[in-house]
């Protein structure tokens, strides 16, 4: 028996490595396929198609939002670079303009290093392959918790849904049972109103008459094919949830059908028993059909 994973689900990784620490965070909603928004800091921008892959691993449906934050402690992480070029250019243009305006050019070396890009603050770009291998690492951790935390709550839906399917074969055996009665009830009414009415009238009960209308009144209330049809998909649920795996969409399937017969069941009630369980296994359904929108 395979696990089942919730669409829903959150896991958070954290790695220290190379004096750079990297935490990742994934939070998960259902949703009709893999949908997945990751946000990174600029210098990681190069690896989102890497992180995209490695979620795929993972997944297969939902609305997936990765939240990655890195720290760097490195005292190297920025270099000072000089600008000669710009510095002598600011020099020419000041000597030019003392001797154009005929003033002393009292210029320092502390005043002409504020110029401004005279010396600029510049990232040291770091090993690629490095980056992402401890990347890579926090991505995958957060992974691992996110799917523990799917399979944990999966489990809980497997059970939830098996006992819910117990609820509802419960209503179709109901259902099963009182419709045979209710067309023998149908035939003593029917029998009883006309010999009480024929009786009046000193005529006898035309038995023929009788059978052919219970007939026709049996052949509007009869649900059996509804029955077995029910009976068939509470097993074709219940088996793909105890064979797990990404089952979902097979279980919206399914769950779709039973609302139909269910439908048709409530149309063809005449008896007030009767329909009343038909709603309660509509409600069933809806309950099942709400649940399964979270299996993956």
Not at 218 to 247: F, N, P, T, Y
Not at 264 to 280: F, M, P, Q, Y
Request: hydrophobic share 40%; net charge negative.
């Amino acid at each position: 028996m395979a696990n089942i994973k919730s669409m829903t689900g959150f896991g958070r990784g954290e790695i220290t490595e190379n004096n750079r620490k990297f935490t990742v965070e994934i939070k998960a909603v259902n949703h009709r396929y893999l949908e997945v928004s990751v946000k990174l800091p600029k210098k990681l921008t190069a690896f989102e198609a890497n992180i995209r892959n490695v979620m795929k691993e993972y997944m297969e449906r939902g609305k997936v939002d990765v939240f990655v934050s890195m720290e760097d402690y490195n005292d190297a992480a920025e270099s000072v670079k000089y600008n000669s070029a710009l510095a002598h250019d600011y020099m020419n243009y000041l000597q030019e303009m003392a001797g154009e305006f005929g003033i002393q050019n009292d210029i320092r070396l502390s005043v002409l290093a504020r110029f401004p890009d005279v010396f600029t603050m510049e990232d040291i770009e770091a090993d690629e392959e490095e980056l992402w291998g401890a990347l890579e690492k926090a991505v995958r951790a957060s992974c691992e918790r996110f799917a523990e935390a799917r399979e944990k709550e999966g489990e809980n839906l497997r059970n939830d849904l098996l006992s819910k399917l117990e609820l509802m074969a419960d209503y179709v055996d109901f259902i099963e049972k009182r419709s045979p009665q209710i067309v023998e009830e149908y035939r003593k009414k029917l029998e009883d109103k006309l010999r009480d009415m024929l009786a009046s009238l000193d005529v006898k009960a035309d038995e023929g008459r009788i059978v052919t209308e219970v007939t026709i009144y049996a052949d509007k209330v009869c649900v059996d094919e509804e029955i077995v049809r029910l009976k068939s998909h509470v097993k074709a649920m219940q088996d793909a949830l105890r064979e797990g795996g990404a089952c979902g969409r097979k279980l919206d399937f399914i769950a779709q059908e039973m609302n139909r017969e269910a439908n048709t069941t409530l149309s063809k009630s005449g008896d007030l028993a009767l329909t009343d369980k038909a709603i309660e296994l509509k409600t069933m359904i809806e309950k099942i059909r709400e649940q399964i929108q979270n299996v993956e």
